[in-house]
């Protein structure tokens, strides 16, 4: 069956730059079709889009954050990893990594990384 | 404030059939498909409906999904206690080349 799951840091401090790797399984990323991406909840607020890579390397960013984000895959270890540079205290939320099939739609969801940005 | 448009909450009282209100536009819920996902508390979004209206496998037939023009909906029919939970929709939009994802919709099971 198909599983994600985020790892990183918990606490980041203001202006460092945030990595966050998810590991999945149960699918392949060079399937075509498939893509797996990020989305961020800050506590007690919505749900936002961050980015998605696809199986053939295309790479969709959110137009808010595509300054600072970056996000690459590493299919030999079955990883997809996120970057965001320059981190402040609004970033403050639980990270999700997700898998995608159809565009707009996310089927399955890892459960979840909280980040705190502080001093 | 988001794009697509949620009422903040709803309720309704067990067995009842409610329904959650998704509004955008053309360049997102008129031109492209809706997803919903459920929420529960401290738990990853869960995905229910797909492309508007198909429901997702192993997900109860409570749950149906529709869309019209630029709006869509959720119904949840035969309410129950563990439906309480807060809801989203979301929706590519191909002008602001974003994956939108509406405020969210608090479900109260009374």
């Known amino acids: 069956q198909i599983t994600l799951e985020e790892s990183g840091p918990t606490l980041v401090k203001p202006t460092q730059t945030l990595t966050l790797t998810c590991t999945y399984s149960g699918f392949s990323l060079t399937a075509f079709g498939v893509g797996v991406g990020w989305i961020r909840q800050p506590p007690r607020k919505a749900l936002e889009w961050l980015a998605l890579i696809y199986w053939d390397d295309d790479v969709r960013y959110s137009p808010g954050s595509k300054n600072r984000i970056t996000i690459t895959k590493d299919t030999s270890k079955n990883q997809v990893v996120l970057t965001l540079t320059n981190v402040n205290p609004v970033d403050t939320a639980t990270y999700f990594c997700v898998h995608s099939v159809t565009t707009g739609s996310f089927d399955f969801w890892g459960p979840g990384r909280v980040v705190t940005v502080s001093s | 404030q988001s794009v697509l448009t949620q009422p903040p909450s709803v309720s309704g009282v067990p067995r009842q059939r409610v329904t959650i209100s998704c509004s955008g536009t053309?360049?997102?819920?008129?031109?492209?498909?809706v997803s919903w996902y459920q929420q529960l508390p401290g738990k990853a979004p869960k995905l229910l409906i797909y492309y508007n209206d198909r429901v997702r496998p192993g997900v109860s037939d409570r749950f149906s999904g529709s869309k019209s023009g630029t709006s869509a909906s959720l119904a949840i029919s035969g309410l129950r206690s563990e439906d309480e939970a807060d809801y989203y929709c979301?929706?590519?939009?191909?002008?602001?080349?974003?994956?939108?994802f509406g405020g969210g919709t608090k479900l109260t099971v009374l």
């Open positions: 979301g929706a590519w939009d191909d002008t602001l080349s974003d994956s939108l």
């Open positions: 053309f360049s997102n819920i008129g031109n492209n498909g």
